[in-house]
């Protein structure tokens, strides 16, 4: 049986770790090393990210082997599959995004990263923001390109029951991804992330009134200043949701040496 782990208030901070194939790297015995040696160590979930190779093949395995928590971007999938069968993400169809969701969650994921808080009026918003950092997000950028290609709302987003029919049905807990977080100190705090921090508010309250299970993902790029103010905020806005923090990263001039910022801004907001 899998391992429960609970997260939330009263509770300890809990400790994921990301692995996954890319197209240059898409060994399915790489990963199965890393979970080996993130299970060592006490990790307290998983995350498979990947995106070379067969990945079904690959997070089966990782399922198998895993007896913790495994978490998805589904996305990724129903993006690759895309170029694969119509040349282009921005092909991708609403079906093929909650086909790979349900897929996934038959299989027996157990959160999933879902980008349903970016909407159209968050992408305006990045229009007039004049970021430095852009998108950083790899499901963001998947989600933007195909909402002005096809110049349509988020399927996320705009079908969001639906969402919450598959999550409940399946008990899925739903990871809302921050596709618009900063991606350098410079963009911290700014209108794009929190115009989605609103939207992922409104979206954690429609998620409980389902029971369906929820956390919020953040915050990227934060100075040191402004990491414990981005918690509370979180925390306020999004009725004390448990948050998935995504480093913070507490500068942008340490390449190679992520763990150790995110180390250093993950502590901060614990």
Known sequence: ???????????????NVNIGTSMDFPQEENELKKVEI????GTDTLMDLSTGGDITKIRRMILKKALIP???VPVYQAAIEAIEQRNSIVNMTEDDIFSAVETQAKEGVDFMTLHAGLTSKGIERLKKQGR??????RGGAFHVAWMLHNQKENPLYAH?????????KYD?????????????????????????LLT???LVKRAWEQ??????EGPGHIPLDQVEMNIKLQKRVCHEAPFYVLGPLVTDIAPGYDHIVSAIGGAIAA
């Open 1 to 15: 049986p899998i391992h429960p782990v609970g997260i939330g208030q009263k509770l300890s901070t809990k400790v």
């Open 38 to 41: 993130s299970l060592k160590y």
């Open 70 to 72: 495994l978490g998805t």
């Open 132 to 137: 430095v950092g852009d998108i950083v997000s």
């Open 160 to 168: 969001f029951d639906r969402l919450l029919e598959v999550a409940h």
């Open 172 to 196: 899925i807990t739903l990871s809302l991804g921050d596709g618009l977080r900063p991606g350098s100190v410079l963009d911290a705090t700014d209108r794009p992330q929190l115009e989605e």
């Open 200 to 202: 992922m508010g409104e």
């Open 211 to 216: 029971n369906v299970q929820v956390m919020v």
